[in-house]
């Protein structure tokens, strides 16, 4: 059946009611309703009906109009939330991955607990190539937390300020851009030098028991290209005595790039003067080896002598008398040192060897009073000889003829020391010799007793003859024998 119920131009969008005014699309009672409730539903009547249909009605969500304008902007709004998201989020992961902080932390666990192979991912030579050794002595440097410490602040300053320094220069913080100025950190290492200055030669350098070889300049040995780190050193060479020694083992922390770090070798080496040298003719050694060293005014001064030597002092005289001496070189602070307990062997003739020359003395002495000629007296001094002629040419001397028998020394011989340092030796003796008559060829024996004194001119001459009686000379002879 059709419904012939008059539609108007304009009704209410949610009753249907006819609406007066044109502007509007809700009619007075609904937009109080919807004032007051907030209602976002409205009933909508069925096509054809009238205010409503009897007993169905349905709802459906008021949609509002909205300006295309405010639209745009609240698009634009989300967009701009979501984007400033997603970089908060990136950002976030960028600075976690990237920090500084971070990489100090990762490389002070890998240096605390010795993780060579973790600190090789974090190492960058910069002139040369990362090693298993080199990370091994790197790593051994930063055992201890305070070294960490100082390390992780001066790669925190050169973080801010690439050109800082710190107490580590061969270690610097490297960056490499990643993105948005976030870079990737790494450790930058920088080779350094090490000069060894030895007083020794044939010098040999072992870093952790492994010898490496230098370069040789005015100022030593010039070891190159080294990794920064901590090193085990030893050095061994030959001093100039000849002695083989060896260095304390030392330990090495370097991390200078810029001037090579000097090292002595830690040799048990130094040089050394030693006074009472009885001449500047003595011959100095040093363990056994005869050193090019000689006394100046009774010191001598030794290069390079090895602690623990022993340094001996020898000295002959003409004569034949040797003077020895000795000293240990024990500490190195004490330099200064001299020869003690001195000991003379030998050099002093014995009765046996002063026979001869008692012999020579008296027989050319009689030989020069039986022809009257003093220049024939030998084996004495000038003084001896000037003391000799006092009682030559006498006439009971020329009338006779003088012929020796035999000459006899006692067997004590003593000895004391000129100011001059040369000994003067005295002893018995007994000559026994007979005469002559030149006229009747009448013989007859005689003995005379002297005190007998030689010193050393290129030789020993006797110097003094003083005539004494049979029983000093006997008296000599006892002592000797008993």
Same mark, same amino acid.
């Given at each position: ?252 922390? =370097?991390? +200078?790039?810029?001037?090579? *770090?000097?090292? !002595? ?8 003067? $030693? #006074?009472? &040298? ?78 001869? =020359?008692? +012999?020579?003395?008296?027989? *050319?002495?009689? !030989? ?8 024939? $007296? #030998?084996? &004495? ?102």
């Amino acid at each position: 059946m059709k419904d012939d119920t008059p539609q108007a131009a304009n009704v209410c969008r949610i009753c249907g009611w006819p609406l007066t005014d044109t502007d509007d699309d809700l009619c007075t009672a609904c937009r109080a309703m919807e004032t007051v409730k907030g209602n976002p539903t409205r009933t909508v009547p069925e096509k054809g009906a009238g205010r409503t249909r009897r007993g169905v009605r349905t709802r459906e969500k008021t949609k509002k109009r909205m300006n295309p304008l405010t639209r745009n902007l609240l698009i634009a709004v989300c967009v701009l939330t979501v984007i400033f998201a997603a970089l908060t989020a990136a950002s976030v992961i960028l600075y976690d991955l990237y920090s500084p902080e971070r990489f100090l932390d990762l490389l002070d666990t890998a240096l605390a607990t010795g993780d060579t192979r973790t600190l090789g991912l974090f190492l960058q030579g910069d002139d040369l190539a990362i090693s298993s050794e080199g990370t091994a002595a790197l790593c051994l440097a930063f055992e201890d937390q305070k070294s960490r410490e100082e390390l992780r602040a001066q790669l925190s300053a050169q973080a801010i300020d690439p050109a800082a320094g710190g107490p580590y220069p061969a270690l610097r913080l490297v960056k490499t851009p990643v993105f948005l100025g976030y870079g990737r950190c790494s450790l930058g290492v920088h080779s350094v030098q090490l000069l060894l200055a030895a007083p020794a030669r044939d010098v040999r350098l072992s870093l952790d028991n492994v010898p490496r070889t230098g370069e040789q300049t005015a100022d030593g040995i010039l070891y190159k290209n080294l990794f920064p780190g901590l090193y085990t050193c030893s050095v061994t060479g030959v001093t100039a005595a000849g002695q083989p020694v060896t260095g304390n083992i030392t330990t090495l922390r =370097l991390f +200078s790039s810029e001037e090579p *770090t000097l090292f !002595d070798g830690a040799l048990p080496v130094a040089s050394v003067s $030693i #006074s009472n &040298c009885v001449s500047d003719e003595a011959v100095i050694s040093v363990d056994g080896v005869t050193v090019r060293q000689r006394p100046m005014h009774s010191i001598v001064t030794l290069p390079q002598v090895a602690v623990g030597s022993v340094i001996r002092m020898e000295y002959q005289t003409p004569w034949g008398a040797v003077t020895r001496g000795e000293v240990t070189f024990s500490d190195p602070n004490q330099t200064s040192l001299a020869f003690t307990n001195l000991t003379t062997e030998g050099g002093i003739p014995t009765s046996d060897d002063l026979n001869p =020359l008692l +012999s020579i003395f008296f027989g *050319t002495y009689l !030989d020069a009073i039986n022809n009257q000629d003093p220049a024939r $007296i #030998s084996g &004495c001094t000038e003084f001896g000889r000037v003391s000799m002629n006092a009682a030559a040419g006498t006439e009971y001397q020329t009338g006779h003829l003088f012929l020796l028998d035999a000459v006899t020394c006692a067997p004590i011989v003593t000895s004391e020391m000129e100011s001059s340092g040369t000994p003067r030796v005295t002893c018995c003796a007994r000559m026994d010799y007979h005469i002559m008559n030149r006229e009747t060829n009448e013989e007859r024996s005689l003995t005379d007793f002297a005190r007998c004194t030689f010193i050393w001119q290129d030789g020993w001459l006797l110097d003094t003859y003083t005539p004494i009686d049979e029983p000093t000379y006997n008296t000599a002879l006892d002592l000797a024998q008993g």
